[in-house]
């Protein structure tokens, strides 16, 4: 039970307890536009990520994914084994050293990364076409702010 003296202790006010709120919202917003890729591509959130952060940044460890994308590395694995799977991504040795692969968007990849970005970014303009030219400032610079805490 508890101890009703110290607040800290008291039950969690969800809805009004900042991480949980950006979860949901994060949930939300991303499930979204996820419906519509996995509908058309069989392709999950997490397979997603994996795609886009591969064609933002070609040649990453399944690591360096799991650390860019702050995903678990055994989600980021079975999402990378489904892609390469699929076709969509390759995976080579990095320079003779077996330990270490090197990923990168397929020729496929890329085609369908050609369909799903655009959606996503007409997504994240309905989304943010909600707010005014000054909120949309405040929500970057916040975001930024926040995350950099996060980051140290």
């Not at 994060?26 to 886009?52: C, G, H, P």
């Not at 980021?76 to 799977?85: D, P, Q």
């Not at 991504?89 to 970005?117: F, M, N, P, Y």
């Amino acid at each position: 039970m508890p101890d009703e003296r110290h607040p800290d202790h008291a039950p969690l006010e969800l809805e009004h307890f900042l991480p949980y709120r950006l979860s949901i919202l994060s949930n939300a917003v991303s499930q979204s536009i996820a419906d519509e890729y996995q509908r058309r591509f069989d392709l999950s959130m997490t397979e997603w990520r994996v795609m886009a952060v591969l064609a933002r940044f070609d040649g990453l460890s399944a690591r360096e994914v799991a650390e860019r994308t702050l995903m678990d590395k055994v989600a980021v694995s079975r999402a990378l084994a489904k892609l390469v799977e699929s076709g969509w991504v390759t995976r080579a040795i990095h320079d003779g050293d077996k330990r270490r692969s090197v990923l990168g968007l397929s020729e496929a990849g890329w085609a369908v990364h050609e369909v799903v970005a655009p959606m996503a970014r007409a997504h994240e303009r309905e989304l943010l076409a909600r707010l005014d030219e000054e909120e949309r400032v405040w929500l970057m610079r916040i975001l930024d702010k926040l995350q950099a805490i996060e980051q140290k």
